[in-house]
């Protein structure tokens, strides 16, 4: 009995080892497993830690490496796969990093840089939509591409400068919601300009914007002598009151005096000088500047604005009134772009014109196209700005004027400067690139100039051609 118990002793005894060793194998093999997952749990969350006070900050890794930083994306406060573009509208509102490492935003190179990097660390860039007006991110741009700006006029405005620079933008549109070259005209940004004073006497650093195309072609005025303050059968080219002034305008701006029965403008004397004020302004039918005798009644010569004319109050609204400066000149052989500004905003005008004129919609100056230019290799810029403006139509200057966005060599083009000798005498851009002078009452090119206010911000675009800036318009 005791021999038989003793055998089945052992037997369990040898089950028993049997049993130990099986799972003493897997203890070796599974220990180690532990110890690897274990590690890589306390890899993790050691180093990839996040500040308490930041629960946005994710442990995981993101989309996007580089070296030993992992950069996360959060737009408008919502994890992004990607990061938005360098022309989405976004900027950066702030950057978390963890591990002790510091994030800065390089805006030119539209890229994260790190610093203080001692081990592997994560990085978040919260974007937000960018808050910048149209002017301070124009200003922002001049760093980065000093090739298509100059700044070295007397006030040191922001100017785009060269043949073709990034400077086109939506405006006009009839859906400022679905801006595309179907709903908006082009035009393009002149520039910021310093300074400018408002209706209400304020000041403000505001942009200038101009109509890539040509409105057609219209008087500067044909009011003759008698009409109105006109001394000339060649019309008046004291802008208050042109015809022009009136056609682009609306009747707010109608001179002192004036007033007007069944759409026609008469004078203090009840004379006939226009109608149908505004038509422009207002997007309807209208007249062109078109001449009348004293004694007689204007006669409209239609023209229709329903489809070239500004759209609707969104347009309207976001034109600002400013004082338009109306200096004239003696002359204008030897002249330069800087001898223009001067100009301009002087004294010099015809015996009773006005030196400025509160208003919304104007021309472009002999200034704005003489800064325009950014020359060449042949004649730079500086040797363009120290020619006169009527000198540039030498084929010794082609650099000046083929480098110039504003010239147009199928348009004689008007613009807002008179003479200071001769009551019908105003100053235009000639097809071959020189500025010289003509009457008032001559038929040329114009483009509408106007002020955008300055609560106006660009939402997208580049300013391109293919890619025009899109402004929002609040």
Same mark, same amino acid.
């Given at each position: 009995?005791?021999?038989?118990?003793?055998?089945?002793?052992n037997?369990?005894?040898?089950l028993?080892?049997?049993?130990f060793?099986?799972?003493?194998?897997?203890?070796y093999i599974?220990?180690?497993?532990?110890?690897?997952?274990?590690?890589g749990i306390?890899?993790?969350?050691s180093k990839?830690s996040v500040?308490?006070?930041?629960q946005?900050?994710?442990?995981t890794v993101?989309?996007?490496?580089?070296?030993?930083v992992?950069v996360?994306a959060?737009?408008?406060g919502?994890?992004?796969?990607?990061?938005?573009?360098?022309?989405?509208?976004?900027?950066v509102?702030k950057?978390?990093?963890?591990?002790?490492?510091?994030?800065?935003?390089n805006?030119?190179?539209?890229?994260?840089?790190t610093?203080?990097?001692?081990?592997r660390?994560?990085?978040?860039?919260?974007?937000?939509?960018k808050?910048?007006?149209?002017?301070?991110?124009?200003?922002?741009?001049?760093?980065?591409?000093p090739?298509?700006?100059?700044?070295?006029d007397?006030?040191?405005?922001?100017?785009?400068?060269?043949a073709?620079p990034?400077n086109?933008?939506?405006?006009?549109?009839?859906?400022?919601?679905?801006?595309?070259?179907?709903?908006?005209?082009?035009?393009?940004?002149?520039?910021?300009?310093n300074?400018?004073?408002?209706?209400?006497?304020?000041?403000?650093?505001?942009?200038?914007i101009?109509?890539?195309?040509?409105?057609?072609?219209?008087?500067?005025?044909y009011?003759k002598?008698?009409?109105?303050t006109?001394?000339?059968?060649?019309?008046?080219?004291?802008?208050?009151?042109?015809?022009?002034?009136m056609?682009?305008?609306p009747?707010?701006?109608?001179k002192?005096?004036?007033?007007?029965?069944?759409d026609?403008i008469?004078?203090?004397?009840?004379?006939?000088?226009y109608?149908?004020?505004?038509?422009?302004?207002?997007?309807?039918?209208?007249?062109?500047?078109?001449?009348v005798t004293?004694?007689? %009644?204007? !006669?409209? /010569?239609?023209?229709d604005?329903?489809?070239?004319g500004?759209k609707?109050d &969104?347009?309207?609204?976001a034109? +600002?009134?400013?004082v338009?400066?109306?200096?004239?000149?003696?002359?204008?052989?030897?002249?330069?772009?800087?001898?223009s500004?001067e100009?301009?905003?002087?004294?010099?005008?015809?015996s009773?014109?006005?030196?400025?004129?509160k208003g919304?919609i104007?021309?472009?100056?002999?200034?704005?196209?003489?800064?325009?230019?950014?020359?060449g290799?042949?004649?730079?810029?500086?040797?363009c700005?120290?020619k006169?403006?009527?000198n540039?139509?030498?084929?010794?200057?082609n650099?000046?004027?083929?480098?110039?966005?504003?010239?147009n060599l199928?348009?004689y083009?008007?613009t807002?400067?008179?003479?200071?000798?001769n009551a019908?005498?105003?100053?235009?851009?000639?097809?071959?690139?020189?500025?010289d002078?003509?009457?008032a %009452?001559? !038929?040329? /090119?114009?483009?509408?100039t106007?002020?955008?206010?300055?609560?106006?911000? &660009?939402?997208?675009?580049?300013? +391109?051609?293919?890619n025009?800036?899109?402004?929002?318009?609040?």
């Amino acid at each position: 009995m005791d021999y038989i118990n003793m055998k089945k002793f052992n037997k369990d005894k040898y089950l028993k080892g049997l049993r130990f060793k099986k799972y003493k194998r897997y203890l070796y093999i599974g220990i180690p497993c532990i110890l690897v997952l274990l590690i890589g749990i306390y890899f993790t969350y050691s180093k990839f830690s996040v500040f308490k006070e930041e629960q946005v900050v994710r442990t995981t890794v993101g989309d996007f490496i580089s070296g030993d930083v992992v950069v996360g994306a959060y737009i408008d406060g919502e994890y992004s796969k990607r990061l938005p573009g360098k022309n989405d509208g976004y900027t950066v509102d702030k950057i978390v990093c963890d591990n002790g490492a510091i994030g800065e935003w390089n805006y030119s190179r539209w890229g994260l840089l790190t610093t203080n990097v001692t081990q592997r660390s994560k990085c978040n860039v919260y974007f937000i939509v960018k808050k910048l007006n149209a002017v301070d991110s124009i200003v922002e741009l001049v760093a980065d591409n000093p090739n298509m700006f100059a700044t070295n006029d007397q006030d040191s405005n922001v100017r785009y400068i060269g043949a073709n620079p990034n400077n086109y933008v939506y405006f006009n549109c009839s859906d400022y919601n679905n801006q595309t070259a179907s709903t908006c005209e082009l035009w393009r940004i002149i520039g910021v300009f310093n300074n400018v004073t408002k209706a209400d006497g304020s000041k403000e650093n505001l942009i200038k914007i101009i109509r890539n195309n040509s409105l057609g072609e219209f008087s500067w005025d044909y009011k003759k002598n008698g009409v109105g303050t006109s001394t000339s059968d060649y019309g008046s080219n004291d802008w208050t009151y042109s015809q022009l002034m009136m056609m682009l305008n609306p009747i707010n701006y109608l001179k002192s005096g004036y007033k007007i029965s069944k759409d026609v403008i008469v004078d203090i004397n009840n004379q006939q000088i226009y109608s149908k004020m505004g038509s422009y302004y207002n997007g309807t039918k209208g007249c062109k500047p078109a001449a009348v005798t004293s004694g007689t %009644s204007f !006669s409209c /010569s239609a023209v229709d604005f329903t489809s070239t004319g500004l759209k609707n109050d &969104i347009t309207r609204n976001a034109i +600002e009134e400013v004082v338009w400066n109306l200096g004239g000149s003696s002359t204008y052989s030897n002249v330069t772009a800087s001898m223009s500004y001067e100009r301009e905003r002087g004294n010099a005008v015809y015996s009773g014109n006005a030196t400025t004129w509160k208003g919304k919609i104007g021309l472009m100056y002999p200034s704005d196209y003489g800064y325009a230019t950014s020359g060449g290799t042949a004649k730079d810029r500086s040797t363009c700005l120290a020619k006169g403006l009527w000198n540039w139509s030498s084929s010794t200057l082609n650099d000046c004027k083929d480098n110039d966005y504003l010239y147009n060599l199928n348009l004689y083009q008007l613009t807002m400067t008179s003479s200071s000798v001769n009551a019908d005498v105003i100053f235009g851009i000639g097809q071959s690139g020189y500025v010289d002078n003509r009457n008032a %009452s001559g !038929s040329y /090119s114009i483009r509408p100039t106007l002020f955008l206010k300055s609560n106006i911000s &660009i939402k997208s675009g580049t300013g +391109e051609n293919s890619n025009p800036y899109q402004l929002r318009l609040e």
